[in-house]
Each structure stands twice: as structure tokens, then as C-alpha cells.
């Protein structure tokens, strides 16, 4: 499906190696969408500040640079979908980048329809399609969290805490499903898309986030864990 392969998509290659550059920039621009290319950290958060991107690709393995400080300054600026695209295959590596604000995580060598894939399920979180809350509430509340699903913004006691895209649609989810268990291959199918449902760490890392920004120290619990079971929101 190319429904969201706008003109203005615009998606950031954070790459060294120019014949995986050349592979990714040619089958993208086929399907409408914008390039820019950065073999280097520094640049590529220059271009994000000044392109503004819907979509950053990052390579782990950057000459003079830390691919997973990367990612952390580029999630520190800003809220664009992060896909990482890595010859580094172990757990502790997807982990790492999801910790560090990765949306997805994509292991060398890579077939390019399953990247579309990915990009087109990211770009469906990350940006959302107009009308897809008609049927529900426009504002939830859970304990001192309000959940603004229009606006998409979040509050914990008046004050705003900032979610990434796939953070707000985790969240979103598990209110819409409040005091029910949900699996974790429920949430990855409905987060993340199909053909996500083995992918159980993303889930760990992100309930882990949401938990760091919406439960502050000594306050009762928002989010429970069902061991081998999965995950409900309270809220009470």
C-alpha cells in the first residue's frame, strides 16, 4: 500500500556505505518519496534541523560517531520516526536503540520490500491518519493523567510530558482498553502492525518508557504487568 507515500515524505539515510545509500535512495524515490543523505552524526542532525524529515534511517556503525548517541540526540530533538538499520543483529544492540528512542530495528542484510514495509507501518504509528478516533473519547483520564487523543498530548498533573509517535500509540491502546489484559502480540499488532507479534521486547522497552515519564516516584502503579500474560492500564 502507497497511501502514504506523499510528496512531502521525506526520509533521512544516515549511511556510510554509498551502495546501500544508492539501494534504499533509488527504490524510495520509485514510490514518491523525498532523500537526503548523511555519512556523518553531525551532519545528519544539521539536516534535521534544517529539512525537518518525517523519517530518519540510521546506521549504528558511523565513522567518528556513536550510532546509539545518535539516536539519543535525534530523539532529544526531536519526535521524527527513527528506524535503525544495523549489521549489529544481537538483543542487548535492538534494545539498546529502542532504549534509545528507535521506533524499529532492522538487521544487514535486509530485503528492501520488507524496509518498505517497515517504513509504511512506522509512517502509519508516526503519523496517523486523519479520523481514526471518531469512535472514541477525545479526551481520556486515568488517575492524574489526561490523555488528549485529538491533540495527541499527554498531562500528568497539568504539567505536559512529551511521547514519542510510538509511546502516544502504545498509551493510546492500553486507554482505550482500560482495566482490560492485553497480550503483548494484541499490542504489537496493534501498535507496531502486522508481522510484529514476536518482536516482545519492543513492548518490554516501551512499557518501560511510559512508565519512566507517567509514574513518579511513590505514586501507585498506572500500568500492571501480567507475567507471560501481558498488560493493563488502571488508572483509578
Known sequence: MTELTMPTTRVLIVEDDP??????????????????????????????ETEQPDMVLLDLMLPEADGFELCRQIRERSAVAIIVVSARGGE?????????????????????????????????????????????????????????????????????????????????????????????????????????ETETEYVRVYIRRLRSKLEPPGSPPLIITQPRAGYRITGE
Request: aromatic share 4%; hydrophobic share 45%.
Open 92 to 196: 542487548r544492540d535492538k534494545v539498546t536503540a529502542l532504549n534509545m528512542g528507535a521506533d524499529d530495528y532492522m538487521t544487514k542484510p535486509f530485503g528492501i520490500e520488507e524496509l518498505l514495509a517497515r517504513i509504511l507501518a512506522t509512517l502509519r504509528r508516526t503519523r496517523p491518519a486523519e479520523g481514526t478516533v471518531e469512535a472514541a473519547p477525545s479526551v481520556i483520564t486515568l488517575g492524574d493523567v489526561e490523555i488528549d487523543l485529538i491533540g495527541q498530548q499527554v498531562s500528568l498533573a497539568g504539567e505536559e510530558v512529551h511521547l514519542t509517535p510510538t509511546e502516544f500509540a502504545l498509551l493510546r491502546e492500553l486507554a482505550l482498553n482500560k482495566g482490560k489484559l492485553l497480550s503483548r502480540a494484541h499490542l504489537l499488532r496493534r501498535v507496531w502492525g502486522r508481522g510484529y
Open 19 to 48: 551502495n546501500i545509500v544508492d539501494l534504499i535512495r533509488a527504490n524510495l524515490a520509485v514510490r514518491g518519496f523525498d532523500t537526503l543523505v548523511s555519512a556523518d552524526g553531525s551532519k545528519a542532525l544539521s539536516l534535521l
